[in-house]
C-alpha cells in the first residue's frame, strides 16, 4: 500500500472521528438542555416558561425550526410564546388568535396526542402567511378533560419529520405534559389548604369577638399560604375607609391609609357596590386615586356590611405578580368569605353586649338581657361546633381524593386522576353550598323586626304557592283550619312557615297520598300554630338535634337540603319571643309547633324606641 493510500485512510478515519466528535457534541447539547427542561418542569409553575425551554430543546436539534405557543380563550386558540424568524403578519394573526375549527389544531384536539403534518399545505389548513413552512407538528395540552394550550413547532428545511425529530418532539411534550399534571395537582392541594384556612377560622368564631383580632388571623392565615402579599384592614370611620390594620411595606402608603381613603376611591366603590370579592390586575393607582401604590401590580378588595350599611373592607395587594392565578383568588375568596362571617358573629356578639349594657337601668331589664345574651353566645357556640365538625367531612373527600389523584399523577392514570379531580369539585361545591347556608343562617338574627298585627291565614296561602313547585305531579290533601292573626313580622314568620311547609312536603314524598294539617289554638298567654304530615317521620330519640344548624336525620340521597331550615325558624320564633318544639313517631308523620306570645318581647319594643329616637 503506497503512502498516499494510507494517508487518505488516515484523513478519511479522522473525518468520521470529527464528524462522530461533533455528533455527540451536539447530541450532549441536547441532552444538556432537556435535562434543563426536566427540571424546569419540576420546580416552576409557569407553563409559558416551560414552553420557552421546551423551544430551546427542539432548536438544539432541529436548526431552523420556528415555534408558537397558543392558550386557549373563549372561542379562539391565542398565542403567547413566539419565536424570532416568524412573518410579522403571522404573528399579529396568531396573537389575535386562531379559530377553534382551524384544520390542524381541531384535528390535534380531537387525537389528544402529539400530531405531524408532512408537506405543510397553508391554503387547506387555512393558515396564511405560512407558505414558507415545509412540515408542522402540534401537542396539545388538557386540563380537567378540556384543551388549555398547544405548542406548535414548523420545520422549514424538511418537508417531512423523521422518525428521531418525532420521537424528540414527543419526548419534550411528555415533559411539559407531566409538569402540567403536576401543576394541576399542586393548584389542587393549594385549594385542599384555602378549605383548610377556612375550617381554622371559622372555628374562631366561637371564642374571638374583637373584629380587628379577627382581621390579625385572616391576615396571619392568608400569609400561610401568600406569604408575599400586603393585607390591609379597615373600617368605616368619619366618612373616610380609615386603616386599622396596615401589613405594607411603604410608611408613607401606611401612613396615608391610616388617616383614611374617602368612600369615592374606586377599588372601594367596586366592593361596596359587588358585595363580593373584586379583583384588579394591572394596578394602575393614578386610575384607582390610590396614592403611594405604584408598587404594585396586582390587588382585591372585599367589602363587609353591619345594620344595612359598609362597615369594613378587606385588601390585600401584591407588588410582584400583575395577573391573578386562578388558586391565588380562591384562597383570597376564601379567607375573606371566613372573615365575613366570624364578623358578622363579631358585631352580633357587641350587640348583644352593649344591650347588656343598656339594660343595667333596670334590674328587670337586666335580668332579662343576661337570659339573651347567654342564649344568644350558647347558640352561637353550637352553631361554630357543628359548622366546624359538619364542614370537616367535605375537607377529608378533598384530602383523601387529592392523595388519589397525586398517586395517579404519578402513574399516569388519566382516568383515576380525572375521577379524583370531578369527586374533589363536587366535595368544594358541598362546601360552598354549606357555607351559603351559614351566611343566611347568621343574617336570620341580623334582619331587624318590625312588630304589627299578622294575619296567619294569609302567611300560610303565600307559603302554599312558595312550596307549589316542589309538589308538582303530586297528591296532596291540605286541611287548613281558619287560623288567628298574631304580632310579629310578616317577613320573617312567613320564611318560617315556608320551611315548614316545604319540610313537609319533602318528606310525604314518599306517600301516594299526602296529608298536611295546619291549625292553631289561642290561650291567655300565647297563640300555637302546627304543621301535621304524614310523612316519614324521625326516631324521637334525635328530637334534641332537629333545630340544630345542619342536623339531618335522614340521608342526603333519600332527601335533599342543608339542615339550615329549621335552625333558621328556631333563631326567628325565639327573636319573637317565642318558642318551637316538634314531635314525631317514626314512619308516621311529624307534627312541629311554634307559639307566640300575645304581647310583643321586650327586646323588640326596645328596638323600635330605639329606631324612633334615631328617626
Known sequence: MSDSTTLASVLEELARTRAALADAQRRNAVLSTFVTLSEAATTTEDLTLLAQHAEAVLRQN???????????????????????????????????????????????VSARAPQFFDHWDAEEQRLPFTEGVQAVGLVPFFKAGQPVA??????????????????????????????????????????????????TLTEAIGTETDPLRLAERAKALLHETLPEWSVVFYEWQDDLWRARLADVPDPTLRAALLIGLPASTPA?????????????????AEEQAFPHSESYGKAAFTAYFHDGGPAALFAVGNQRRRVWR??????????????????????????????????QASAARLEQGNRELQAANEELEAFAYSASHDLRTPVRHIKGFAEMARRAAVKGDAVKLRQGLEVIEGAADQMNTMIDAMLGLARSVRQPLTHTVVALDALVAEARRNVEDEAEGRTINWQVEALPCVMGDAATLQQVLVNLLSNAVKFTRPRAQAVIEIGA????VETTLWVRDNGVGFDPKYQVKLFGPFQRLHRHSDFEGTGIGLATSRRII??????????????????????????????????????????
Open 62 to 108: 432541529i436548526p431552523g425550526l420556528l415555534a408558537a405557543y397558543y392558550k386557549h380563550h373563549g372561542e379562539r386558540w391565542i398565542a403567547r410564546v413566539t419565536t424570532d424568524g416568524l412573518p410579522p403578519d403571522l404573528v399579529a394573526l396568531i396573537e389575535t388568535g386562531l379559530p377553534l375549527d382551524t384544520p390542524c389544531f381541531a384535528q390535534t
Open 326 to 359: 386562578p388558586e391565588d383568588q380562591a384562597v383570597f375568596e376564601t379567607v375573606s368569605r371566613s372573615l365575613g362571617l366570624a364578623l358578622d358573629r363579631a358585631w352580633q356578639t357587641q350587640a348583644l353586649e352593649q344591650q347588656r349594657g343598656e339594660l
Open 268 to 284: 372601594f366603590q367596586a366592593a361596596v357596590q359587588a358585595r363580593k370579592p373584586v379583583f384588579f390586575e394591572h394596578w394602575n
Open 150 to 199: 398547544m405548542l406548535t413547532v414548523g420545520l422549514i428545511s424538511d418537508a417531512v419529520w423523521t422518525e428521531q425529530q418525532q420521537h424528540l418532539f414527543t419526548a419534550v411534550y411528555q415533559a411539559l405534559d407531566s409538569a402540567q399534571q403536576r401543576i394541576a395537582l399542586t393548584q389542587m392541594q393549594q385549594q385542599q389548604r384555602a378549605l383548610e384556612v377556612f375550617m
Open 521 to 524: 289554638r289561642q290561650d291567655a
Open 574 to 615: 325565639l327573636r319573637h319571643g317565642g318558642r318551637i318544639w316538634a314531635s314525631s313517631v317514626l314512619d308516621q308523620g311529624t307534627t312541629v309547633s311554634f307559639a307566640l306570645p300575645h304581647q310583643r318581647p321586650a327586646a323588640a319594643m326596645e328596638d323600635a324606641e330605639a329606631d324612633r329616637v334615631v328617626g
